[in-house]
């Protein structure tokens, strides 16, 4: 590991929990396989040479006890702790690297051979580099190309309302006004997004092909057409491919660049994938170094919600036990 990795292994291994109050949470949960499955996941927390922390191989994810543990217990955290995370994070990221991938496919030599009229450059500006041939299959290379003189054109507009929607962390409050349906609530839309990222394009029924998540799909479609074409040739050779280079370069964002910078500083961070845990009077400094990274990265500065995890001690022999653990907003000065 690096250093600043192994810094914040050894915070990791000495943070504690309020176990009482967590596990009196579980049990008033009424599905008792998801109860079996919150005590397992704190037992392994509390007895300390469970505890790991690891990079996934596959998307760079910092992987610990902590990211597969429930988000309803992870207020029982002991201290007064802030987490601030990326609003509408996968949507954001996505917007982003568009783009690169329209801007970044160039023909070189129309002559040539089919295999040999095509180049790519690193997408994602410097710091993150793909082979996109080899992600995404030739095929969508050739169908991007046709989307590109679409986007250079009249559906231009929709990739300029699609990013600055999710820069200003109000995507889905957004689609909500422009669907206009009443009946629609922002879980629905957050799966419909969703849904159009990670699930496959069609599957093969043998005598047929059915869509799944059809309807979330076609309602997706029905405000940003051309993004839906994009994400669907995106998928078409591998439907798991853009899920992970989004997961990777979300990973690059926050382990290799912001966790670096926020120990350097004496700020050493929890991660849950695009958010980190600090001590509450760290929220401010930590935010500003966020907000520095992706003006470095994107030259856009995100929409960051910051929470407070606070748990209240009681005055008891042993100081430990909560006395309540809740979370709310937490005020950062932008």
């Not at 095509?118 to 992600?135: A, G, S, Y």
């Not at 995100?302 to 022999?317: A, Q, S, V, W, Y």
Request: proline letters at 3%.
């Amino acid at each position: 590991m690096p250093e600043y990795l192994k810094v914040m292994w050894e915070h990791f291994k000495r943070v504690e929990f309020d176990y009482v109050g967590a596990r009196e949470w579980i049990e008033k949960q009424n599905d008792l396989n998801k109860r079996y499955s919150y005590h397992a996941s704190l037992s392994l927390i509390e007895d300390k040479r469970f505890r790991y922390f690891k990079r996934n191989r596959t998307n760079g994810r910092l992987d610990t006890n902590l990211t597969s543990l429930k988000k309803d217990l992870r207020v029982y955290l002991l201290g007064n702790n802030a987490s601030i995370d990326l609003t509408n994070s996968q949507p954001f990221i996505l917007s982003q690297i568009l783009s690169d991938i329209l801007e970044k496919i160039i023909m070189i030599n129309p002559k040539a051979d089919d295999k040999e009229k095509f180049i790519t450059i690193p997408l994602c500006r410097h710091f993150f580099e793909v082979d996109f041939i080899k992600m995404f299959g030739y095929q969508a290379v050739k169908d991007l190309r046709k989307i590109r003189q679409k986007i250079l054109s009249e559906a231009n507009g929709e990739l300029l309302k699609f990013q600055s929607s999710c820069a200003r962390g109000s995507f889905y409050d957004d689609f909500l006004l422009q669907i206009g349906d009443p009946s629609l609530s922002r879980d629905i839309i957050k799966k419909s997004m969703l849904a159009a990222i990670y699930s496959r394009n069609s599957i093969d029924k043998g005598s047929f092909f059915s869509t799944p998540y059809q309807i979330e799909k076609e309602r997706f479609a029905s405000v940003y057409p051309t993004i839906a074409d994009i994400i669907k040739v995106l998928k078409q050779k591998d439907h798991r491919n853009l899920s992970i280079l989004l997961q990777r370069i979300e990973s690059t964002i926050f382990i290799d660049r912001i966790c670096p910078r926020l120990v350097k500083v004496g700020i050493v961070p929890l991660t849950i994938h695009d958010s980190v845990i600090v001590k509450e009077d760290q929220a401010e400094k930590t935010m500003e170094i966020c907000r520095d990274v992706f003006m470095e990265l994107f030259r856009v500065i995100p929409t960051f919600h910051c929470e407070r995890l606070k748990g209240k001690r009681k005055n008891d022999k042993n100081d430990v036990a909560i006395v309540s653990t809740h979370s709310e907003p937490l005020k950062i000065a932008v």
